[in-house]
């Protein structure tokens, strides 16, 4: 993969409706980003703390929730790449055509 690909600020796309759909997405990876590094903490505090008997429902459960907004952001991602790809498929064969 090349660097733009990881880049935070994608909407310097080449077309309109890939740019906004870029833009989109650069917020959910963005997000998606965060969320990990929320969800590997809870995940790190939960092992963290097991050496000293079964760790408390709410840290065994902390892990949850971020693993929720990863799977919403993640589809969110991968949803608005097909929809980028479908609109600019579109856009190339109607300028192609006329």
Do not use: C, E
Not at 5 to 14: E, G, M
Not at 20 to 47: C, E, P
Not at 60 to 73: C, D, E, R, S, V
Not at 86 to 97: D, I, L, P, Q, Y
Request: hydrophobic content about 50%; aromatic content about 10%; cysteine-free.
């Amino acid at each position: 993969m090349n660097a733009a690909f990881y880049s935070q600020h994608p909407a310097k796309a080449s077309s309109t409706s890939q740019a906004v759909s870029m833009a989109k997405g650069g917020r959910a990876r963005l997000v998606h980003r965060w969320v990990a590094m929320i969800f590997t903490l809870t995940v790190a505090a939960n092992f963290a703390v097991m050496p000293w008997g079964p760790p408390p429902a709410w840290i065994t459960y902390a892990p949850l929730p971020p693993l929720l907004f990863l799977m919403i952001t993640g589809l969110t991602m991968l949803v608005s790449s097909w929809v980028g790809q479908v609109r600019a498929r579109r856009a190339k064969s109607k300028g192609t055509n006329q």
